[in-house]
C-alpha cells in the first residue's frame, strides 16, 4: 500500500506542479478580432522560454506570476503583458502603421464647405511695385499677393486642435493610471503609492507617440526604476513655505 502510494506521488504530483506553472491563451488581430494570429512568437522574459501560437492563435508556456510575457509577430507592434494570475489570457495585438493594406474606393465624397470661402479673410490686396495701379488681378503687372487674414484663422484653429487633443490624452492617463490600476500591479500602498504615481505619471508625449499605449508595461519598468531609487528620493520634495511680510 505505502509503495503504491509512493508511486502515485511520483507520478501525478509532478504534472500538478506543472499544471499550476504555465500560462495559456489566445493571440487575435487587434482590428479583426476573430481572426486568429498563428506562428506569433510568444517569449517569457524573465525564464527566456520561447513558444509560437498554433492555427487557432493558442499558445502555453510555462511562466510564474509577476513574470513578463512578450508578443511579437511580423506586421504587428510588439506587445508585452505583466501576469498578475496564470488565468487563461486573450491578446490582441496591433497592426504595424507602417504596413499598407490594399484598400478598394468604391466612391467618395466632398465636403462641400471645403470649397467655401473663409469667412475671416479679406479680400486680395495687390502692392503694386512697378506703378501699375488700376489693373486687374488678371492682368500682367508687377506686385505681391497677401490674403490677409486667413493665416491667424489657421494658427487659432491649430491651437484649439492642440488643446483638444492635449485634454483627450490627459483625459485618457487619468481614466487609466489610477491607484486602483496602479496597486494592483505593483503592491504599493498608501504615501508610497501616491508619491510612485506622482514620479511616474505617464508623460503626455510618451502615450501620444506610442498608439496604443501600453500602461501595464511602462507600470513595472517605472516600478524596477523606483525601486532603485534611495528613500530620500522616492519622497516628493515639500512646498517651499512663503515669506510673509
Known amino acids: 500500500m505505502l509503495k503504491n502510494l509512493l508511486l502515485f506521488l511520483v507520478l501525478v504530483v509532478p504534472v500538478e506542479l506543472m499544471a499550476q506553472l504555465t500560462v495559456s491563451g489566445s493571440v487575435y488581430d487587434y482590428d479583426n478580432r476573430t481572426f486568429p494570429l498563428q506562428h506569433v512568437k510568444v517569449r517569457n522574459l524573465n525564464n527566456s522560454r520561447v513558444e509560437l501560437t498554433k492555427a487557432a492563435g493558442q499558445f502555453t508556456i510555462a511562466a510564474r506570476v509577476g513574470d513578463l510575457l512578450e508578443f511579437s509577430f511580423a506586421g504587428y507592434h510588439t506587445d508585452t ?14 497592426g504595424n502603421s507602417t504596413t499598407l493594406r490594399e484598400v478598394e474606393i468604391v466612391s467618395t465624397k466632398v465636403n462641400p464647405s471645403i470649397l ?5 479673410a479679406r479680400p486680395y490686396t495687390r502692392v503694386a511695385t512697378d506703378g501699375l495701379q488700376g489693373k486687374g488681378n488678371n492682368d500682367r503687372a508687377g506686385g505681391l499677393l497677401f490674403n490677409l487674414g486667413y493665416g491667424k484663422y489657421r494658427r487659432q484653429q491649430e491651437k484649439i486642435r492642440l488643446l483638444e487633443e492635449r485634454d483627450r490624452y490627459q483625459a485618457e492617463i487619468n481614466a487609466i493610471f489610477t491607484e486602483e490600476y496602479v496597486s494592483d500591479l505593483v503592491k504599493l500602498k498608501g504615501d508610497e503609492l501616491r508619491n510612485f504615481m506622482s514620479l511616474y505619471r505617464p508623460p503626455e508625449e510618451l502615450v501620444k507617440s506610442e498608439r496604443p499605449f501600453n500602461y501595464a508595461y511602462y507600470t513595472v519598468k517605472a516600478y524596477h526604476a523606483w525601486l532603485k531609487l534611495s528613500p530620500e528620493e522616492r519622497r516628493l520634495s515639500s512646498m517651499p513655505k512663503l515669506k510673509t511680510d
Do not use: G, H, Q
Open 81 to 94: 503583458l505583466y501576469l498578475i494570475n496564470l488565468t487563461p489570457k486573450i491578446v490582441f495585438l496591433p
Open 116 to 120: 467655401a470661402p473663409d469667412p475671416l
